[in-house]
């Protein structure tokens, strides 16, 4: 019996390592990818942006980079307990995809409305990142409802970042 109990907690201890690795991982990787896009956004900032219109509902600069630090730590989060499920199960290999076209809009977003100064392309980009990320919650919540809760302040900021967006379009 105590050789079960053994057995029993050294495989959850597996489990509960692997999901942690999984998670810190996942975020360690938005992360950086949220750097990267990131680095393309502030050079543009302080002189292109900064002599856009802009509609009236727009946060200080200074606030996006919190909020994204804080968002991208929520997806890795999510995504990484997704991921602890194991890539093996067709579910969790659909939700991992979606995730990652969702995060490649994301960071091509970034690259387009500030690397490019293409304000419609960032909107016809930032339309199909909601669509996506919706695809990603849906999924996510088949496999785990938590994961699927974490996505929940990053599709409301993408709901007003789309606002900008198009408000940013309509005043230039």
């Given at each position: 019996?105590?050789?079960c109990?053994?057995?029993?907690?050294?495989?959850?201890?597996?489990?509960?390592?692997?999901?942690s690795?999984?998670?810190?991982?996942?975020?360690?990787?938005?992360l950086a990818?949220?750097?990267?896009?990131?680095?393309v956004?502030q050079?543009?900032i302080?002189?292109?942006?900064?002599?856009?219109e802009?509609?009236?509902?727009?946060?200080?600069?200074?606030?996006?980079?919190?909020?994204?630090t804080?968002?991208?730590?929520?997806?890795?989060?999510?995504?990484?307990?997704?991921?602890?499920?194991?890539?093996?199960?067709k579910?969790?290999?659909?939700?991992?995809?979606?995730?990652?076209?969702q995060?490649l809009?994301n960071?091509?977003?970034?690259?387009?409305?500030?690397?490019l100064?293409?304000?419609?392309?960032?909107?016809?980009?930032i339309?199909?990142?909601?669509?996506?990320?919706?695809?990603t919650?849906?999924?996510?919540r088949?496999?785990?409802?938590?994961?699927?809760y974490?996505?929940?302040p990053?599709?409301?900021?993408?709901?007003?970042?789309?606002?900008?967006?198009?408000?940013?379009?309509?005043?230039?």
């Amino acid at each position: 019996m105590e050789f079960c109990t053994l057995v029993i907690d050294s495989v959850f201890m597996k489990t509960k390592f692997q999901k942690s690795f999984a998670i810190i991982l996942s975020i360690i990787i938005c992360l950086a990818i949220g750097g990267i896009a990131g680095s393309v956004t502030q050079s543009a900032i302080s002189v292109w942006y900064s002599g856009l219109e802009k509609p009236f509902f727009t946060p200080p600069n200074w606030l996006f980079g919190p909020v994204w630090t804080l968002l991208y730590i929520l997806m890795g989060w999510s995504v990484g307990w997704i991921w602890s499920f194991g890539s093996h199960h067709k579910w969790v290999k659909t939700a991992l995809f979606h995730f990652g076209a969702q995060l490649l809009l994301n960071a091509m977003w970034s690259l387009v409305f500030f690397g490019l100064k293409n304000i419609l392309g960032g909107l016809i980009i930032i339309l199909a990142l909601l669509v996506l990320v919706l695809l990603t919650i849906k999924w996510f919540r088949v496999i785990n409802k938590k994961a699927a809760y974490l996505l929940y302040p990053y599709f409301c900021w993408l709901l007003y970042a789309t606002a900008l967006n198009m408000g940013v379009y309509v005043l230039n």
